[in-house]
């Protein structure tokens, strides 16, 4: 193989926050070097890319992404999810294990990781069922999962409302050496509940979700793993109450951290407006000063992990009334750059934005991603920070269409993605 | 202005929200003149001939659909009344589809009933014709509201600085709603009253006073409007027994002593008597009750026709 030089490259390192023009050398898949400074014109032959002071950073960890396969390839597909990952400079998906069958025994994990191989172009990990089929009721094969190749157990978006099983789950997990990821909402208070309660659901019509109904379950949760112990993330938190929570957590050194969504980041309730069900998500859009205080608490770490929350739904589930669509968006090709506009308002730094969304999501799961290191596959994306863009469903990569940034204007576009230093992504 | 020359400037008539007070005005002063025709032996009006009407109900509704029927077939539209239970959305179409195959029949006006909030937007957005909300989920019933407006406003001369007390299931009343709106816009202090299981998160941001205590709500009051508390509410989900409730918030003689004397009773019907009103004062002299009814017909031939009057002619 030969060698590749990104030359000229703004190196955004988020382990040590550093943010400088450089170079990365990348050989046989690796990187091998790092250049503090860019190379001299001539010291390679060929394979020198000038990137002209573009951005250079690690390929993005998408801790929280649903995918159809298998059983509802209509949704998404190995393939249509990873190319929509690599178009947004995500290297790495945990996909959940809402999938159809479950991925809930060895079996499937080792059916997901063949199919990821040969028809995926980034690296593809299933979180593997915390129940058997995903019932919330009884604890799968932790151990053999694991060893099949599952990076962590979850309900992916269903919570488990037996306090019991996930006692047993966290200290069952904490032996095996697994992350345990919930989905934190209290279903007996979620309900029929599909916006946040209070004026502006109350003036659409539409049932209510309290914030109790999240920070119940986290609180609940962080009590079950000082008894229990165990590695516990909180799968998404969306509301201030949960922050105070996840601060006292951590404060007391439980190890517990926690993830939000870029739509929670980004949007906030009255983006659903006239009932637009592309922004019916679980949990359901807050109001501003939620948002605020989210990506505050990501700026200052408290929040660890950002995900785009990608969940593929056909036109079907969404041309529906407002209560009665599915939740969920699709989010992999948009995270990135959604993410952009709040280093654009000045609420959070380049690098810790990319911390949060490569870094912060690889700690937790143990693996070697999400970092620039010279000995390390080359897992990169190459962004032009700058070039303007309008999101446009019709040619998004996804299968599905759901998208709540139809026609936003974005600025940021990835130009490069690489996975072991094979480029799977270009745009020019 | 006079109803004659009276312009409605929405294509459809989807809520109370987003109206004018003198779009409000403007239909009841249309519907004032179809009462006077209502009265009339001949009913019979032209306003709508040729046009085809549907009454789309998800929802089964005999009194509103009735209502919608009746009030087209006399300005003379063709009325197709269309309910779900003999329609294809059991057969699983959906509601997009529905509204596309009706569409294509090309009716100039549809009436629609959902059980789910902001269907009837969804549908709008979907056809070529006029929509009118007969009642999505509990958002918004807004010729509930113009009937009830119209009703006030003939016993009390006028609506401005009124006291009303919206009493009962508030959170899932979507009359509640488009009434807090249209009365509000119209000059009248509303208040509501419910259990407080009943009473929706930020609902006192609609400006509104809220109570618990029935006999505080209806203390000064000119109005009193009963809502509907369905059965399946009250076996201890949101309330823990009928007979809890209509002790509590059940409007009989002696709570209504407390509001003014000439205070006048609403309900949009159909009525849980013994659970949220009281017989002898569902029947009684300070009932308009059944004046509701009637005003219904009449607001429903003024919505028709104001919106038809937007319909283009070739």
Redesign the interface.
Same mark, same amino acid.
């Given at each position: 193989m030969t060698d590749t030089v990104l030359n000229h490259a703004r190196i955004i390192d988020p382990v040590s926050g550093k943010d400088h023009l450089g170079a990365v050398l990348i050989r046989d898949g690796l990187i091998a070097e790092i250049a503090s400074k860019p190379y001299p014109k001539g010291e390679f032959d060929s394979g020198v890319v000038d990137l002209k002071g573009a951005i250079v950073a690690p390929g993005l960890v998408d801790l929280r992404a649903f995918i159809g396969e298998p059983g509802e390839e209509h949704r998404e597909t190995f393939r249509s999810a990873s190319e929509a990952a690599a178009a947004g400079g995500v290297t790495t998906i945990v996909m959940q294990p809402n999938t159809s069958p479950a991925i809930d025994e060895p079996a499937v994990v080792d059916f997901v990781l063949r199919r990821a191989r040969d028809t995926g172009l980034v690296r593809i990990h299933p979180a593997a069922a915390l129940t058997k089929g995903l019932a919330g009721k009884e604890m799968t094969e932790f151990g053999l999962l694991k060893a099949a190749g599952a990076v962590a157990v979850t309900d992916g978006d269903r919570p488990v409302r037996n306090a019991q099983v996930m006692r047993r789950a966290l200290a069952y997990a904490a032996m095996v050496g697994m992350p345990v990821i919930h989905h934190v909402e209290d279903p007996d208070l979620v309900g029929e509940g599909c916006a946040t309660?209070?004026?502006? #659901?109350? /003036? *659409?019509? *539409?049932?209510?979700v309290?914030h109790a109904a999240e920070t119940i379950m986290l609180e609940r949760d962080i009590r079950l793993v000082k008894l229990a112990g165990g590695r516990y993330h909180a799968g998404l938190v969306s509301c201030r109450e949960s922050l105070e929570v996840l601060r006292r957590a951590k404060e007391d050194g439980l190890p517990v951290t926690a993830g939000v969504s870029i739509n929670h980041l980004t949007l906030n309730e009255s983006d659903i407006g006239?009932?637009r069900t592309f922004l019916k998500l679980a949990p359901p859009l807050r109001r501003e000063e939620e948002r605020l205080a989210l990506v505050e608490a990501v700026a200052s770490g408290l929040i660890d992990v950002i995900v785009s929350d990608h969940n593929p739904q056909d036109v079907?589930q969404k /041309? *529906?009334?407002? #209560?009665?669509a599915a939740p969920g968006a699709i989010g992999l090709e948009t995270m990135l750059a959604a993410g952009l506009r709040l280093v654009e308002a000045g609420q959070i730094t380049l690098p810790r934005l990319i911390a949060a969304m490569s870094t912060g999501p690889a700690d937790i799961l143990g693996l070697t991603a999400g970092r620039l290191l010279k000995g390390q596959p080359a897992d990169l994306f190459v962004l032009d920070p700058d070039e303007p863009w309008v999101v446009d469903a019709a040619t998004l990569r996804s299968r599905s269409k759901n998208t709540p940034f139809d026609e936003a204007r974005m600025s940021g576009k990835v130009k490069l993605t690489m996975v072991a230093g094979k480029i799977v992504h270009s745009h020019h | 202005m006079t109803a004659a020359s009276f312009i409605f400037p929405h294509a459809h008539l989807l809520g109370i929200e987003g109206l004018s007070r003198p779009d409000i005005e403007g239909l009841l002063a249309l519907a004032e003149e179809q009462i006077t025709l209502n009265r009339q032996i001949e009913k019979k009006k032209s306003s709508l001939r040729g046009r085809t009407m549907i009454n789309l109900f998800f929802e089964n509704s005999t009194r509103t659909q009735a209502s919608f029927e009746l009030a087209g077939k006399r300005l003379g539209a063709d009325v197709m009344n269309m309910s779900v239970a003999n329609s294809s959305v059991k057969k699983g179409e959906t509601l997009i589809d529905t509204a596309m195959t009706l569409n294509a029949m090309r009716p100039d006006l549809i009436v629609v009933r959902h059980h789910a909030a902001g269907a009837v937007h969804l549908l709008a957005r979907k056809v070529d014709c006029a929509v009118i909300n007969a009642g999505d989920g509990a958002h918004e019933h807004p010729t509930q509201a113009l009937l009830d407006a119209l009703t006030i406003r003939r016993n009390k001369g006028s609506i401005e600085g009124l006291t009303v007390a919206i009493c009962g299931d508030i959170t899932h009343s979507r009359v509640a709603r488009s009434n807090i709106i249209c009365l509000q816009a119209l000059g009248a202090r509303v208040r509501v009253c419910g259990p407080v299981t009943l009473l929706p998160k930020g609902i006192e941001r609609y400006g509104v006073e809220v109570f618990t205590d029935m006999r505080k709500a209806l203390h000064g009051a000119d109005i009193v409007m009963m809502l509907r508390l369905q059965r399946e509410r009250m076996n201890g989900a949101f309330v823990p027994s009928m007979q809890e409730y209509f002790h509590f918030f059940g409007l009989d003689r002696e709570k209504l002593a407390l509001a003014k004397p000439d205070a006048l009773v609403m309900h949009p019907g159909p009525m849980n008597r013994g659970v949220e009103i009281a017989s002898d004062v569902a029947d009684g002299a300070q009932s308009l009750i059944r004046e509701q009814v009637e005003m219904g017909v009449a607001v429903r031939m003024a919505v028709l026709e104001a919106l038809a009057r937007r319909l283009p002619n070739s």
């Open positions: 309660e209070g004026e502006f #659901a109350t /003036r *659409l019509g *539409l049932p209510g309290p006239g009932y079907e /041309r *529906l009334p407002f #209560a009665e | -």
